[in-house]
């Protein structure tokens, strides 16, 4: 991955975008620190697709069928009765 200080990828961005394009995901840095990535979409929806999952698989997975986190009926403690004054 080709790293570009920001002031450049800036001033040529056209050439930063088509290295994108040409040759995969470019590094952005700001004062010497990694700051963002620019990669071309299709890899981006990609990404996007692998990291949120459907609402069917959330449904489908082993954690949305486990046992429920609630107390067994019975088990709450209650808070004693106020006095009637």
């Known amino acids: 991955m080709h790293?570009?200080?920001v002031q450049d990828a800036n001033a040529r961005f056209s050439e930063f975008?088509?290295?994108c394009?040409?040759?995969g995901p470019q590094m952005v840095t700001r004062r010497g620190a990694e700051?963002?990535?620019l990669?071309?979409?299709q890899e981006w929806r990609?990404?996007?697709s692998a990291?949120?999952?459907s609402l069917k698989?959330?449904?489908l997975c082993d954690p949305a069928r486990a046992d429920m986190i609630a107390a067994p009926r019975g088990q709450a403690r209650r808070r004693p009765a106020e006095p009637i004054l």
């Open 21 to 23: 394009l040409h040759e």
């Open 3 to 5: 790293s570009w200080p």
């Open 57 to 59: 698989q959330l449904l």
């Open 17 to 19: 975008l088509d290295a």
């Open 51 to 53: 990291a949120r999952p």
């Open 39 to 41: 990669v071309p979409v």
């Open 46 to 48: 990609q990404l996007q």
């Open 35 to 37: 700051a963002a990535v």
